[in-house]
């Protein structure tokens, strides 16, 4: 007999058929066991295994995950074979020597040019080995008479039963329909269940099964010998006393003796433990977090739409949270990767504890998080809820020896009131949230009208700062520094500029929080310091060039390398380089940051304190810093001369920074009776519009220069 006298001329389907086609067309037709996937030639490249395709798709999330996309994702890709002339002994022999697991997910039959003709089964083989018993000699299905019968056949019928029995990777037994007896069971079922042979053959399910199961075996067993057709099904075999269970795939069917009556149960049997145990952790790794183990951003998109739909018809508010850890990338670069993956696991289990029992906690990604909180009677629970957050978050972490400070903005949105959409109520929560960020972070917020124009535009801003990076638009101009005691300009402050094409000049204030936002800062800051550096290095000497340095510029480990090569390639003095920091580099107290000032200042690089006094000012910073000046913020100077309290400060910083050794100079001076006051309170240096304004072309101002005159300052 060949194999294509076995096999059904199912018809095949091409490789973009959806998965939700397929599943409709095996509801249609309960008969159809296997269907091939074919090309555009006819030739099959697939093969798809009705039982465990139903499986992928009824679990949870399957129809969400394949129902749309095309069948090659769900189908065997490396099928058996076979062509249709192929005798079906030979066939048998030649696979169970070599294939024998592929044959449980049956096979494809072909023409001789390879054009797709049928598929067929493991069961077909064998009903067809049971039809031909004048040519093997015997037939496993003889075994339906008797064991030892089956055992006196020839030769050649051992050595088939050995090949297809024996030595096949799945479990094999015959059962007598008359008394309910195991007569037959190969070696792979003996290693399933943990059973040796000479005790399983000659029982009933009884006698190993529960009661239960047992029961159900049986009716199983009488409608297959009644209606005939294939049971396929998946079970644990609990047996009796039995310990390390396995979940195994099982298909039955009834044998028939000469006459056409139903005489044994042949079952095939496979153990897919493993298989299973490895989708459901793919299955988890597809909606879980493998670092938290929170729900990830999918999960997270099902549960909120869920949460919304209970909500409506409860007629309960709902409340989203976005969470954005604050200075996470600060710790991230300074203590490494293993450190950011230790915070967020230690972030995570704070926040758990923050939650309620109808809330879900998930990670959407990187360091952001997000909460559901469900049931909600007033929105002062989610404000409570909020403010348990940031006040976990803003508790020192300590992550092996080293303490770490990050804290939590974060945005709300409720619902009804903001949005009736899960993807809507992310929107309004995420438009809150970067509303926090951008008013100083640590803090949270709930959504409010008006918030979206103002997030609108600031993301427009956002995409312009990336193109004039990109087409190199923005610009350095540097501002005077005046010496008081000499009356001349000794260097100048570079100023970062952006001449919009349509906004005009964008302010550094409003644009140096998104690139430090966006992780901008430090391609900015490099490009910044290599081009006053550049510039500085063609003025005259011993003229100065300050930069101001932002606090994320300072922690990136790289910095003081940034500061070598700015000054090697434009060959400027160290001396002639001065970086201002502000108050806030200080604060988080990172070694770190200390350790760069002071090598800086072995370079030779000085370093000044700026806008000193109007943030966290201290005397101790004084002391530990490595300073050579102090800026007096310009909120300071606008009160001289006429306010008291003014004169008494400026007097006091300029005196102490003088017995420090110390340069001051004075930003925003604006009129001539602001400087001549500042030269009686000792102070060094003065800037501000009576100097000059911000340029271009600082290097007029050094040709312009010359002695003091009556009405003000030249240049």
């Known amino acids: 007999?060949?194999?294509?006298?076995?096999?059904?001329?199912?018809?095949?389907?091409?490789?973009?058929?959806?998965?939700?086609?397929?599943?409709?067309?095996?509801?249609?037709?309960?008969?159809?066991?296997?269907?091939?996937?074919?090309?555009?030639?006819?030739?099959?490249?697939?093969?798809?295994?009705?039982?465990?395709?139903?499986?992928?798709?009824?679990?949870?999330?399957?129809?969400?995950?394949?129902?749309?996309?095309?069948?090659?994702?769900?189908?065997?890709?490396?099928?058996?074979?076979?062509?249709?002339?192929?005798?079906?002994?030979?066939?048998?022999?030649?696979?169970?020597?070599?294939?024998?697991?592929?044959?449980?997910?049956?096979?494809?039959v072909v023409e001789r040019d390879g054009v797709y003709a049928g598929v067929g089964a493991l069961l077909d083989l064998l009903r067809a080995a049971s039809e031909e018993r004048s040519r093997f000699a015997s037939d496993m299905f003889d075994l339906a008479r008797s064991l030892e019968t089956a055992r006196a056949q020839a030769d050649h019928n051992r050595i088939f039963t050995e090949a297809v029995i024996e030595h096949i990777p799945s479990m094999v037994w015959v059962k007598s329909i008359q008394d309910g007896r195991y007569v037959m069971l190969n070696r792979a079922g003996e290693a399933i269940l943990g059973v040796a042979r000479d005790a399983f053959i000659g029982q009933t399910s009884s006698d190993f099964f529960p009661g239960a199961v047992a029961d159900s075996l049986r009716e199983e067993d009488r409608r297959l010998a009644t209606n005939g057709g294939v049971v396929d099904f998946e079970m644990l075999p609990y047996l009796r006393g039995g310990e390390d269970q396995r979940l195994l795939h099982l298909k039955k069917i009834a044998i028939c003796d000469g006459e056409g009556h139903p005489e044994y149960i042949l079952g095939v049997g496979e153990d897919i433990t493993d298989r299973r145990q490895a989708e459901a952790r793919i299955e988890r790794m597809a909606h879980f977090d493998s670092l938290t183990d929170l729900p990830n951003r999918v999960l997270f998109g099902s549960h909120l739409e869920a949460t919304l739909d209970q909500a409506a018809r409860?007629?309960?508010r709902a409340a989203v949270l976005v969470i954005d850890l604050?200075?996470?990338?600060?710790?991230?670069?300074?203590?490494?990767?293993?450190?950011?993956?230790?915070?967020?696991?230690?972030?995570?289990?704070?926040?758990?504890?923050?939650?309620?029992?109808?809330?879900?906690?998930?990670?959407?990604?990187?360091?952001?998080?997000?909460?559901?909180?469900?049931?909600?009677?007033?929105?002062?629970?989610?404000?409570?809820?909020?403010?348990?957050?940031?006040?976990?978050?803003?508790?020192?972490?300590?992550?092996?020896?080293?303490?770490?400070?990050?804290?939590?903005?974060?945005?709300?949105?409720?619902?009804?009131?903001?949005?009736?959409?899960?993807?809507?109520?992310?929107?309004?929560?995420?438009?809150?949230?970067?509303?926090?960020?951008s008013e100083g972070r640590g803090?949270?917020?709930?959504?409010?009208?008006?918030?979206?124009?103002?997030?609108?535009?600031?993301?427009?801003?956002?995409?312009?700062?990336?193109?004039?990076?990109?087409?190199?638009?923005?610009?350095?101009?540097?501002?005077?520094?005046?010496?008081?005691?000499?009356?001349?300009?000794?260097?100048?402050?570079?100023?970062?500029?952006?001449?919009?094409?349509?906004?005009g000049w964008v302010p550094p204030a409003e644009f140096i929080p998104i690139a430090e936002d966006l992780g901008l800062i430090r391609p900015l800051g490099e490009w910044m310091l290599?081009?006053?550096?550049?510039?500085?290095?063609?003025?005259?000497?011993?003229?100065?060039?300050?930069?101001?340095?932002?606090?994320?510029?300072?922690?990136?480990?790289?910095?003081?390398?940034?500061?070598?090569?700015?000054?090697?390639?434009?060959?400027?003095?160290?001396?002639?380089?001065?970086?201002?920091i502000t108050e806030s580099v200080v604060l988080d107290n990172d070694p770190a940051i200390l350790r760069h000032l002071h090598q800086l200042r072995e370079m030779g690089v000085r370093i000044s304190l700026d806008d000193f006094g109007t943030g966290y000012a201290s005397l101790a910073y004084l002391r530990r810093l490595p300073l050579d000046k102090i800026k007096i913020d310009q909120s300071f100077i606008r009160g001289l001369?006429?306010?008291?309290?003014?004169?008494?400060?400026?007097?006091?910083?300029?005196?102490?920074?003088?017995?420090?050794?110390?340069?001051?100079?004075?930003?925003?001076?604006?009129?001539?009776?602001?400087?001549?006051?500042?030269?009686?309170?000792?102070?060094?240096?003065?800037?501000?519009?009576?100097?000059?304004?911000?340029?271009?072309?600082?290097?007029?101002?050094?040709?312009?220069?010359?002695?003091?005159?009556?009405?003000?300052?030249?240049?």
């Not at 798809?48 to 065997?76: K, Q, T, W």
């Not at 022999?93 to 044959?103: E, G, H, I, Q, T």
């Not at 903005?409 to 992310?426: C, F, N, T, W």
């Not at 011993?542 to 300072?554: G, H, Y």
Request: charged share 25%; proline share 6%; with cysteine.
């Open 1 to 108: 007999m060949q194999i294509r006298d076995l096999c059904s001329p199912v018809p095949a389907i091409r490789s973009d058929v959806t998965g939700d086609a397929v599943y409709q067309r095996f509801e249609a037709e309960p008969d159809v066991m296997l269907i091939a996937v074919v090309d555009a030639d006819h030739r099959p490249i697939g093969l798809v295994e009705r039982n465990a395709f139903l499986l992928r798709m009824a679990r949870a999330y399957g129809r969400a995950l394949f129902a749309h996309r095309p069948i090659s994702l769900l189908m065997d890709p490396k099928p058996l074979i076979v062509a249709g002339e192929t005798l079906a002994s030979d066939f048998t022999a030649d696979v169970m020597s070599s294939r024998p697991a592929d044959l449980l997910s049956g096979f494809i």
């Open 641 to 715: 001369p006429d306010a008291p309290d003014a004169m008494a400060i400026v007097r006091a910083v300029a005196r102490l920074a003088g017995d420090l050794g110390m340069v001051t100079t004075a930003e925003g001076v604006e009129t001539e009776a602001q400087l001549d006051v500042l030269a009686q309170l000792g102070c060094t240096q003065a800037q501000g519009f009576l100097i000059g304004h911000a340029d271009a072309d600082p290097v007029r101002h050094l040709r312009a220069q010359g002695p003091r005159q009556a009405g003000g300052i030249n240049g």
């Open 530 to 580: 290599n081009e006053s550096c550049r510039m500085a290095a063609q003025w005259p000497e011993p003229a100065t060039v300050a930069v101001n340095i932002s606090p994320l510029q300072m922690h990136m480990a790289g910095f003081v390398a940034d500061v070598t090569r700015a000054l090697a390639h434009s060959g400027l003095a160290p001396g002639r380089l001065e970086l201002e």
């Open 314 to 316: 409860r007629r309960e």
């Open 443 to 503: 803090a949270y917020r709930f959504f409010e009208r008006d918030m979206d124009d103002r997030i609108q535009a600031q993301r427009a801003v956002e995409i312009d700062l990336r193109e004039a990076m990109r087409k190199g638009e923005l610009a350095a101009h540097f501002q005077p520094l005046f010496d008081i005691a000499r009356r001349r300009i000794v260097g100048f402050e570079a100023l970062m500029r952006w001449p919009h094409p349509t906004r």
């Open 326 to 437: 604050d200075r996470f990338k600060l710790v991230n670069d300074t203590l490494g990767h293993a450190a950011g993956d230790a915070l967020l696991t230690e972030v995570a289990q704070r926040m758990r504890a923050c939650i309620g029992p109808r809330d879900m906690l998930a990670r959407l990604g990187g360091d952001e998080f997000a909460i559901i909180q469900a049931g909600l009677a007033q929105p002062t629970e989610t404000r409570a809820l909020a403010a348990r957050v940031v006040a976990a978050l803003t508790e020192p972490f300590d992550l092996g020896g080293h303490e770490a400070r990050i804290g939590a903005s974060i945005g709300v949105a409720v619902y009804p009131e903001d949005a009736a959409a899960g993807h809507e109520l992310l929107k309004k929560a995420d438009i809150a949230l970067y509303r926090v960020k």
